[in-house]
């Protein structure tokens, strides 16, 4: 059965039930007298019972009735702020798995910091990852797979909240040996004619081909695919130059190979990676506690 009154009707009618004055009552709980009156009022007519006898002279004065209704709401209302105080206990305290997903070029450089940093700082608790392009961490997001994703400022929807941590400058990368690999910047219309490997992730796509309609180029694309790795490989190997929006890395493949990196010139817009959660994880101490710890350890990377 539904509960015929409210806590704040309780707490208004314990107040006056102690000061024995609407008026002070309505001091003592930094509310309006006619809010403290019109609780009494609601909860004598719900359950058809006189809480107080009212003397201008003497003020409130319990009934017989107020008085077993004063100590069974007393009890109740305590147990009530236990319960508050547990609840608040429970959302302060970090302890067990937080699922999370990472934009998966980002995640050899986030997981493994984020991840070491949060252990330290909360030895009770560690952070399961799973890694997936942008799109894949909005679905996981909205299912209630993960709590909070890491990633970049790219078609999120008004439903979710980003924690800014950095901003990254889109760059190129090319053979060593390339005549423009010495070249302090480059601008996309200087690379207008060279065969490009692009990184082909939803969300990504967009962004690295925007760049290029800004610039009135179009990229001559001899190869795409969703692996950063066999971009940089590619590359190396002298198939093509390819164009990135990552946190600069040192230039070598995991087959020993290298290549240039250099900046693009022109303004051209930045991405910024940060924390992702739903508006509802967003207000809660998980939320802090791994914006927080995150912020920190991905300091010297962003």
């Known amino acids: 059965m539904e509960p015929r009154f409210t806590l704040r009707q309780i707490r208004y009618f314990l107040a006056a039930a102690r000061a024995g004055s609407v008026t002070q009552a309505a001091y003592d709980v930094h509310i309006s007298a006619p809010s403290v009156s019109a609780a009494i009022s609601q909860l004598e007519n719900q359950f058809k019972i006189q809480l107080f006898v009212r003397h201008h002279s003497e003020g409130l004065l319990l009934t017989e009735q107020g008085k077993a209704f004063f100590a069974a709401t007393k009890m109740f209302y305590e147990h009530a702020e236990q319960l508050e105080n547990v609840a608040q206990g429970l959302g302060k305290t970090i302890s067990g798995i937080i699922y999370a997903s990472c934009f998966i070029t980002l995640a050899p450089l986030i997981i493994p910091r984020v991840s070491k940093a949060f252990s330290l700082t909360f030895p009770d608790a560690r952070i399961s990852f799973t890694e997936g392009h942008q799109a894949s961490l909005f679905t996981a997001l909205h299912d209630g797979l993960v709590q909070v994703a890491f990633g970049y400022d790219m078609g999120i929807g008004g439903d979710l909240v980003f924690e800014p941590f950095g901003k990254v400058a889109p760059y190129c990368i090319l053979p060593v040996d390339h005549p423009l690999a010495e070249s302090d910047e480059l601008s996309l219309k200087a690379l207008e004619n060279e065969p490009m490997i692009m990184l082909d992730l939803p969300k990504s796509r ?11 180029v179009a990229p001559k694309i001899v190869h795409r695919t969703t692996s950063l790795e066999v971009v940089r490989v590619m590359v190396a190997h002298g198939l093509g130059y390819s164009v990135l929006s990552l946190p600069l890395m040192h230039p070598v493949c995991m087959d020993g190979t290298e290549f240039a990196m250099i ?20 207000a809660t101490h998980l939320f802090d506690a791994v914006r927080s710890v995150s912020r920190e350890a991905l300091r010297d990377l962003l």
Not at 269 to 276: E, H, K, V
């Open 206 to 216: 967009e962004y690295y081909l925007s760049l290029y309609e800004r610039a009135n």
């Open 263 to 282: 900046p693009l010139a022109g303004d051209l817009p930045r991405l910024c990676i940060g924390l992702l959660a739903s508006v509802d994880t967003a």
